[in-house]
């Protein structure tokens, strides 16, 4: 019987043919937790009898969601991080390292057909790898440290295909998966696996793929996939393909030549429209960022349009890349540089105005243009804010405007 490529990767790992609403135990190749998840699972684990983790080398701590500590509470949580690593010869990435996503991939702690669980929502971004990745409570990812392995009940699966070959200018994946969003809204998805295909797809780099696959959470899937076509990564890997007759239970079908820039409005990520649509709206703070957009070829987008130039005056421009790998590499091309040069302020590599843990809370009233993947209401930290979500582009035309602008790229 056919096979999409969750029942495929859950199938190779249990030794047996596996679909859609079948349960399964089956060993995990990695998994990760952070500071918000982390101090739990260490508690449970303990709870559980846990004295030495299952796999020292699968298993990776991050301190990233308000990190360096903004208080003697979340302090002390690091601590208990960085003693437990100590205890158990893992790895701990520290302060400054990133965003506990972009860090796996960075270090090549997930790779393709891999099953990785991560005690975060936004852990099917490893999906990208063309790998089955979901995310766990603390609990949960304390019985994966304990035995090496979890149940799963095999998702059934969503197609989506997007067509066409060259995107419109201004357009990036950021702008495809809101419209994802969109029509199968925040709910469409639950317990799920989004499964990208189609040329579009085929012809975007890691990083773009991984915005696809890091908003899937954002439909309430458990995972999300996107199929090997054009995978460029920097190693030999056995790609996981789904059969083509595999059973899905809806396909989707969207021109992506034919997208415009998107834009989610206040406060669901499902109330996308057309930036157009949405032109002259004030804003007083801008961010990139984030797992979803704090990648390399984000800030050179930004830096792209905003080169030369000066932001809006009354803006405030806050950029925090996703790790310090790419911190390093906009330094030596330049794109900090630049995006300094026009305003913006850099902060540390990690989570911290997305989740409004700190390094950038906004004011009563204020309106904020976010590259971010969650506009629910108080989501950076004030619920009496405004936050529209949108690409890196459109981000840095708006804070280079003093206003939501539509970007023309060429």
């Known amino acids: 019987m056919a096979q999409t490529i969750a029942e495929k990767i859950l199938s190779k790992h249990s030794g047996k043919n596996l679909?859609?609403?079948?349960?399964?135990?089956?060993?995990?190749?990695?998994?990760?937790?952070?500071?918000?998840?982390?101090?739990?699972?260490?508690?449970?684990?303990?709870?559980?009898?846990?004295?030495?983790?299952?796999?020292?080398?699968?298993?990776?701590?991050?301190?990233?969601?308000?990190?360096?500590?903004p208080n003697e509470r979340i302090a002390n949580l690091h601590n208990l991080m960085r003693e437990f690593a100590a205890e158990q010869d893992s790895a701990l990435y520290d302060i400054g390292s990133g965003i506990c996503h972009q860090v796996m991939v960075d270090h090549q702690k997930v790779k393709p057909g891999?099953?990785?669980?991560?005690?975060?929502?936004?852990?099917?971004?490893?999906?990208a790898l063309n790998a089955f990745a979901c995310g766990v409570g603390s609990t949960d990812l304390a019985a994966v440290m304990l035995t090496g392995k979890i149940w799963l009940?095999?998702?059934?699966?969503?197609?989506?295909?997007?067509?066409?070959?060259?995107?419109?200018?201004?357009?990036?994946?950021?702008?495809?998966?809101?419209?994802?969003?969109?029509?199968?809204?925040?709910?469409?998805?639950?317990?799920?696996?989004?499964?990208?295909?189609?040329?579009?797809?085929a012809a975007l780099s890691l990083s773009q793929r991984m915005v696809l696959c890091n908003m899937v959470a954002e439909m309430g899937a458990k995972t999300g996939i996107v199929s090997p076509e054009g995978l460029e990564l920097p190693y030999e890997f056995t790609p996981t393909y789904a059969d083509a007759d595999a059973v899905y239970s809806r396909v989707i079908e969207i021109d992506a030549a034919a997208i415009l820039p998107k834009i989610a409005i206040p406060n669901s990520p499902d109330n996308v429209h057309e930036v157009?649509?949405?032109?002259?709206?004030?804003?007083?703070?801008?961010?990139?960022?984030?797992?979803?957009?704090?990648?390399?070829?984000?800030?050179q987008a930004a830096a792209a349009i905003l080169k030369g130039k000066q932001i809006a005056k009354g803006v405030r421009m806050i950029i925090a890349p996703a790790s310090k790998q790419v911190l390093i590499e906009g330094l030596k091309d330049g794109t900090i540089q630049t995006l300094i040069e026009?305003?913006?302020?850099?902060?540390?590599?990690?989570?911290?105005?997305?989740?409004?843990?700190?390094?950038?809370?906004?004011?009563?009233?204020?309106?904020?243009?976010?590259?971010?993947?969650?506009?629910?209401?108080?989501?950076?930290?004030?619920?009496?804010?405004?936050?529209?979500?949108?690409?890196?582009?459109?981000?840095?035309?708006?804070a280079l405007m003093g206003e939501i602008t539509e970007p023309i790229t060429q």
């Open 276 to 299: 157009r649509a949405w032109v002259g709206t004030k804003i007083s703070y801008a961010f990139i960022g984030t797992c979803t957009n704090g990648r390399l070829d984000d800030l």
């Open 114 to 127: 891999d099953i990785f669980m991560g005690a975060d929502s936004h852990t099917p971004t490893y999906g």
């Open 153 to 201: 009940k095999v998702p059934q699966s969503i197609k989506v295909i997007l067509h066409g070959k060259k995107l419109q200018p201004g357009v990036s994946a950021k702008d495809l998966v809101l419209e994802v969003v969109k029509q199968l809204t925040i709910s469409g998805a639950t317990y799920q696996s989004v499964e990208y295909h189609g040329e579009a797809v």
């Open 342 to 398: 026009a305003g913006a302020t850099i902060i540390n590599s990690g989570c911290g105005p997305c989740v409004g843990s700190h390094e950038g809370v906004p004011g009563d009233g204020e309106s904020v243009i976010s590259a971010a993947n969650r506009n629910f209401k108080g989501r950076m930290g004030n619920p009496n804010a405004k936050i529209y979500l949108a690409s890196p582009a459109t981000v840095a035309i708006s």
């Open 19 to 69: 679909y859609a609403g079948d349960l399964c135990i089956v060993p995990v190749d990695g998994c990760m937790a952070t500071d918000t998840t982390a101090p739990l699972a260490i508690k449970s684990f303990k709870e559980m009898g846990g004295i030495t983790v299952h796999d020292k080398n699968k298993f990776h701590l991050i301190i990233d969601h308000a990190a360096p500590a």
